[in-house]
């Protein structure tokens, strides 16, 4: 899982709080907040979030999940509700008594199957689509964490948490029951945010009989590995066939400093008749297939799985490819095609659909089996996910200016997008979101990069602003058309700011030599980029140039303390949420190996002159040159980039006599995800640059 996960939210193997407790939901604006039309952090944790949509099979209605958040309770809620297609009034099917998600129809439509922690374990549960007939249909003991029902409905897979092996004192030495320490030989001792404590997701198989989940057999005993794949345990890297006699599954298959250093996740075919297990990836005559491999999805004939697939070892932002296997023969559909595939699904035996990021959009294309791509939509938009049934198609759709709702997508004509959830439309009646500018900034080395400029609501061009220059996160992810809750483009700028986010050297969309480029010189080309782009928008009459500030997370958060000893004085105030700061104790003390090795080029003890390079400029060799005030923040549990990093760039800037301020959450992560630590890290943001800017 890569840095980019920043904009998307890990996986957290926390137990959900106060789990089958009904949460009071009050999402009302307040007639002050209506009156000073101006979009905060209170009004954002407000909002409805929309996902996990999925069409019924007769393509009439679409069912999709809602989460709504109590700030004071400091805990959300995630719904039920279920629309027309054609058109008409949403209804919520499940009230706010459990957390809900895993959103499937069955077969004939008749039910939707989901998981709900409303008695206690997440467990699945059955509703009627008219909203009778809720009723808990399995007892795992420990919850599972997600499951898929064959196409009759008798069978499915379900996925829970498996102990495998020791790692905790307590359990190798029983006479030292109250010994609290984790015990380990290799690599991998934590990752993300959990420490492994020799637990591991598994695959079970049951069948239904009464209405009730049997208990399922683990088709992976004694497996010291995750199906699917840590860190985020996508339910979606699991597929039944369509006969429902074989089941395909991701699975990365090595353990310890094989694993750390490791990309290499392939495609694994469960046989239920002979037990068998075959890697699709790694047979006789297949050419190697040795990173990323994932997403697999049957064919309607049960010929072919349809998968993604990265094709340098290690690379974990390599191109998505769109592969196909055909009883052994792999044909890559997208060799032509210089941009990923995700959200695959086959429309027919010989047609694709996915999802592209274009041009720091996302958008929906189709593929034939010779590998001829034809782009469906296009827009100004990101379409994140889509469910298509009997013809019709649903997408959720985000935009800087507009939190993700549900559109209904042409794709077999024009391509058009309508509108069909609104689920806060509320708040986008009464508090106005600023002018979003696509422009395109002319970089030192002469090429076109696409920076998009997000202006307060209340502009007046006859004004000067302060202007933020906002560095991604990644670093390989697209500065798109992307509404986030964490670092959000339309918050800061309602609080006066100009915001510039730049599309620079390193991110997808703009084909992949683009996104290589950053890969060893992470202070090379895109830094020039940054700067050309803030310089671009400062030398407008409307930006104040006096008042520059630069701010970003994880990569930007490392973008920020180089530029902090890098900028020439352009800028007035710096933020790094969660950055890279020393690359020498980066390295020791992060886990996913994989990344580092491949965008730093190496170890700190390697010989490589690329990777001499990158050590040479860690952001912490120019800590004298720092002169602008800096925030920071870090969370407690981040072991992706270690809370120490911050720790050093602080003691850093207060030794150099340099105004700073750390802010250190004990119970996050990479990302700040609770409601009231998100408000506080809000109001410290805004404070910092209220003060210095």
């Known amino acids: 899982m890569s840095l980019a996960a920043i904009l998307a939210g890990g996986c957290s193997r926390e137990r959900k709080e106060d789990a089958g407790k009904p949460l009071e939901i009050n999402n009302v604006l307040t007639a002050d907040e209506i009156a000073a039309a101006r979009y905060t952090p209170e009004i954002m944790w407000k909002m409805g979030r929309v996902g996990n ?64 922690d409303r008695s206690g374990d997440d467990q699945i549960w059955s509703i009627q689509p008219d909203g009778s007939g809720l009723a808990q249909i399995s007892t795992v003991e420990g919850g599972i964490n997600g499951f898929g029902f064959t196409n009759d409905g008798s069978k499915l897979f379900y996925i829970k948490q498996v102990a495998v092996e020791k790692r905790l004192s307590a359990e190798l030495y029983p006479d030292m029951d109250k010994s609290k320490a984790r015990i380990y030989d290799d690599l991998m001792a934590r990752h993300w945010n959990y420490w492994d404590e020799g637990k591991y997701s598994h695959i079970f198989i049951a069948e239904m009989k009464d209405g009730k989940v049997t208990e399922g057999k683990d088709i992976m005993p004694d497996e010291p590995w995750d199906a699917p794949t840590a860190t985020s345990f996508d339910v979606a890297e699991i597929a039944w066939n369509n006969a429902g006699t074989q089941l395909a599954y991701t699975c990365k298959k090595q353990t310890g400093t094989e694993y750390a250093v490791s990309t290499d996740s392939d495609i694994f075919i469960y046989d239920l008749a002979s037990g068998t297990t075959r890697n699709i990836c790694k047979e006789d005559g297949v050419p190697p297939m040795v990173g990323y491999d994932k997403y697999p999805v049957w064919s309607p004939d049960d010929r072919r799985i349809a998968f993604t697939s990265m094709r340098r070892a290690g690379n974990e932002s390599d191109k998505d490819r769109l592969f196909v296997w055909d009883d052994g023969v792999m044909r890559d559909l997208t060799a032509t095609f210089d941009y990923n595939a995700s959200n695959i699904r086959w429309n027919g035996d010989d047609e694709l659909l996915f999802i592209a990021p274009m041009e720091a959009t996302h958008q929906v294309c189709a593929v034939d089996m010779n590998g001829a791509v034809r782009t469906l939509t296009s827009g100004d938009h990101d379409i994140n996910a889509f ?109 006066g700011y100009i915001v510039v986010a730049p599309n620079r050297r390193g991110v997808p969309s703009f084909g992949q030599e683009w996104l290589d480029e950053i890969s060893g010189d992470y202070s090379g080309q895109n830094i020039r980029d940054y700067l050309s782009a803030i310089d671009d928008v400062a030398a407008e009459p409307w930006s104040d140039e006096t008042r520059l500030g630069c701010v970003g997370a994880s990569y930007g958060g490392y973008s920020a303390f180089f530029l902090a000893g890098n900028h020439e004085r352009r800028f007035k105030a710096f933020i790094a949420h969660c950055g890279i700061f020393n690359f020498e104790s980066m390295y020791g003390g992060t886990e996913e190996l994989w990344f580092v090795n491949n965008d730093y080029k190496g170890a700190y003890w390697d010989d490589d002159p690329v990777a001499r390079r990158s050590y040479a400029n860690s952001p912490h060799k120019f800590v004298n040159r720092w002169d602008a005030p800096i925030l920071i923040f870090t969370g407690i549990n981040d072991y992706r980039i270690p809370y120490s990093q911050s720790l050093e760039a602080f003691t850093a800037a207060r030794l150099h006599n340099i105004p700073a301020r750390l802010v250190v959450f004990d119970n996050e992560a990479h990302q700040v995800f609770k409601p009231q630590n998100s408000v506080v890290w809000h109001r410290e943001f805004f404070g910092w640059l209220a003060k210095y800017l």
């Open 387 to 495: 469910t298509f049934a009997d013809g019709r198609m649903i997408a959720e759709v985000a935009h800087i200016s507009r939190a993700t709702e549900l559109y209904s997508v042409d794709f077999t004509g024009s391509g058009a997008l309508a509108q069909l959830s609104d689920v806060n439309k509320e708040i986008f009646d009464k508090i106005p979101m600023g002018a979003v500018e696509k422009r395109w900034v002319k970089t030192t080395d002469g090429k076109q990069m696409l920076t998009w400029v997000i202006f307060p609501p209340d502009f007046d061009a006859t004004k000067k602003y302060p202007t933020l220059l906002y560095c991604q996160g990644g670093p390989q992810s697209v500065v798109s058309q992307f509404w986030s809750y964490r670092w959000n483009l339309q918050l800061i700028a309602a609080q």
């Open 53 to 116: 949509s999925a069409i019924a099979p007769s393509g009439e209605n679409v069912a999709y999940t809602v989460t709504y958040y109590n700030t004071a309770e400091n805990r959300g809620i995630t719904s039920i509700y279920i629309q027309p297609v054609g058109g008409g009034e949403a209804r919520q099917l499940t009230d706010n008594a459990g957390s809900e998600g895993n959103v499937r129809w069955s077969a004939d439509g008749s039910r939707l199957y989901f998981t709900s």
